[in-house]
């Protein structure tokens, strides 16, 4: 078992993600994902197949919940999904869980999921939200 996780750690520490964050908008797609999905995203095309909603949750039960519900419905094999993580405007500590999601997304242990993301249009909830694209 060890030496199992050990290889997955390898191959999955070869998994590199490009990041932009300009403080208002955050996305990313995975190295090996053409730039194109990332771009559907952007623009809202791809239907959502699932919500997340992450208020109320402090940073460990919302990166948990995070994990659990992209390995969910990327084994229902769903493509696009919404994770609504708040702007920060009614906690005391503000913004916490947007300043956490893109690294979840393309560093922590729910990427091996993920192709790529993108801050949501205002509709589906703006700078308090991401687009995520699982991987197939």
Known sequence: KAVLEHLHH????????EVTDDG???EGRRLD?????????????LPIDGR???HGLGAEAARDRV?????????????????????????????VLRGEISA???????????AA???AHE??????????ALRR
């Open 33 to 45: 994902v053409p730039p194109a999905v990332l771009r559907e995203l952007r623009r809202g095309a």
């Open 24 to 26: 208002k908008r955050v």
């Open 104 to 114: 979840w997304l393309s560093q922590g242990r729910a990427r091996e999921h993920v």
């Open 67 to 95: 994990l659990e519900f992209l390995r969910t419905m990327r084994a229902r094999g769903e493509r696009c999904v919404l994770v609504i993580h708040g702007k920060g405007e009614h906690s005391p500590a503000g913004g």
């Open 123 to 132: 509709e589906d909830g703006g700078g308090g939200a991401v687009y995520v």
């Open 52 to 54: 997340l909603d992450l």
């Open 10 to 17: 390898l191959v999955d520490d070869a998994v590199r993600f």
């Open 117 to 119: 993301f993108a801050t």
